[in-house]
Each structure stands twice: as C-alpha cells, then as structure tokens.
C-alpha cells in the first residue's frame, strides 16, 4: 500500500501551483525553500520573476544552486521609444 503524501509535501505543490500569490519566500526556512526550488525547476514553472523571488531571499543555498544550474537572468533590451533625430 502506497503511503500519503506528507503534509509538507502537499503544501509545497500547492505552491508551486500558486506562484502568482507568493511575494516573499524569506520566512521560509532553508530546506523547504531547496525543495520548492527544485520542484519548481521540474514543473517548468521558473519565470524571471520566480528566479528574482528566489534570489531576493539571500540564502546561500539559494544562490548556490542557481550558479550551479547556470540559471541567468534574461536582459530585456531598452528601446527607444521616439524615432527621431533630435535627442
């Protein structure tokens, strides 16, 4: 017989269905913020703004693992708004 989910577990995957309501992931404690990270990378839910959520908290955990994946911030070039010869 397959034993349930843990609590913890069902939790995690309730917010990595929720993204779009989480603002702030530093009260999380370090374990369970690698785990939602990780679960995250595989449900192919990593946005620019997730990635920033992640790396605002400051965790070394955190950060480590993003260098260790070679995850990079995407560089969204400025435009000119005005097509004109006078600036």
Do not use: Y
Request: proline share 7%.
């Amino acid at each position: 017989m397959k034993t349930p989910p843990s609590l913890l577990s069902l939790t995690i995957d309730s917010a990595v269905l929720n993204l779009s309501n989480i603002s702030d992931l530093s009260p999380i404690p370090d374990h369970i913020l690698l785990d939602l990270l990780l679960r995250i990378l595989r449900a192919g839910k990593l946005t620019e703004k997730v990635l920033k959520l992640f790396i605002a908290t400051g965790k070394d955990e955190v950060l480590s693992v993003v260098q260790a994946l070679n995850i990079q911030h995407i560089l969204t070039p400025v435009l000119p708004t005005r097509c004109s010869e006078k600036f």
